[in-house]
């Protein structure tokens, strides 16, 4: 008799908690890495001439309003210092970093509650009454996370419009802004080079998968600003490598293409497959994850969090997001089989 104890069936584990775009590294960053390690045994350009021209390409900038940074929080971090803000605007439900980040400054934090009546979209006229003359900074993020919902781009001009009359600097995050449908026309990279008080942060970490090389550029076109961060920042803070495989990854036109289709076609897929269901709400997605509520009583979001475990699922559990519950779930989409074991197997338990 065999006593070695029973197993649960071994599944990949895939995290849906990450967000991060199913297709995985860009080739350009394999070849990249692969073709100049030898450029780690030299010190970094602190000009980073090619990086920099590369990502004002990109966003259809100038050179001179490019701000380079060790992934978003260090930018969020860098600009919450060039501030200094006594009293900051945020969204509920929003990103939990930029309460993290604010209240090591001392911020005194306040926060718009979105309504999930309104499913969680930005009412903006009351936001902007929102928007008082003893405000510093305000900070949204476009699409929001966790709620998966952007905003136009009409509304984040009137919402820059109203910062800038009472004084007030405005950081928009586009973390997420590339996976969602025509975001070009969403953007608000082109306002950042009209409005002084407004920065633009963008990462590559989601969109292109990868996390572990640590960038994110801001757009801002405040010359002041410019010359304190420019003291402020470290010199050489983007390893060699880095900057390399970054200025090849920008120019990736397939793989960005093939991404975005990928992303599009799957966020559908997976709404039209759980949108039958009655038990569950679905948040309409604009990005790549989707916010989910779970309508039965006795279902909580650890209950289909460990259900999810089983199958080598891991979802993200928004218990602890400020503005949610323990009836919140949250996941991003993935390849096409992935999807369809994650969707199955919620279905089974709520």
């Not at 029973?6 to 991060?20: G, H, K, P």
């Amino acid at each position: 008799m065999n006593s070695s104890p029973l197993r649960i069936e071994q599944y990949e584990t895939v995290l849906f908690n990450a967000n991060l775009n199913p297709r995985g590294i860009p080739g350009s960053v394999t070849r990249a890495i692969q073709q100049n390690i030898s450029s780690i045994s030299k010190y970094p350009d602190i000009y980073y001439t090619k990086l920099k021209k590369t990502v004002a390409e990109y966003v259809n900038a100038s050179l001179e309003h490019i701000i380079m940074g060790n992934g978003s929080n260090d930018l969020l971090k860098l600009f919450t210092a060039l501030i200094s803000p006594r009293k900051a605007l945020l969204l509920s439900p929003g990103p939990t970093e930029y309460t993290r980040v604010l209240s090591s400054n001392n911020t005194d934090i306040v926060y718009f509650n979105l309504k999930e009546e309104d499913e969680f979209a930005l009412n903006t006229s009351d936001f902007i009454n929102a928007i008082t003359d003893d405000l510093d900074m305000v900070i949204i993020s476009n699409p929001n996370n966790p709620t998966s919902k952007r905003i136009s781009l009409e509304d984040i001009t009137k919402i820059t419009d109203t910062c800038k009359k009472k004084g007030i600097f405005l950081i928009v995050d586009e973390m997420y802004i590339e996976f969602t449908e025509n975001y070009e026309a969403f953007t608000a990279t082109g306002l950042a080079q009209v409005y002084d008080n407004l920065a633009v942060i963008r990462s590559v970490s989601k969109f292109f998968s990868v996390p572990g090389l640590r960038f994110a550029y801001a757009i801002m076109s405040n010359p002041a600003y410019k010359e304190k961060i420019d003291i402020i920042k470290t010199k050489n803070n983007i390893d060699s490598l880095t900057a390399i495989a970054i200025t090849d990854m920008l120019k990736d036109d397939d793989y960005i293409t093939q991404s975005q289709s990928t992303i599009h076609t799957e966020r559908s897929l997976v709404y039209l497959a759980m949108s039958t269901s009655r038990s569950i709400h679905l948040f309409k997605p604009d990005a790549n994850f989707m916010l989910v509520k779970l309508l039965k009583d006795d279902i909580t979001a650890a209950d289909v969090a460990m259900h999810c475990n089983q199958r080598g699922i891991i979802i993200r559990k928004c218990d602890d997001i400020r503005g949610l519950s323990n009836k919140y779930i949250r996941f991003c989409f993935m390849n096409p089989k992935q999807n369809d074991l994650m969707v199955n197997t919620i279905l089974e338990i709520v």
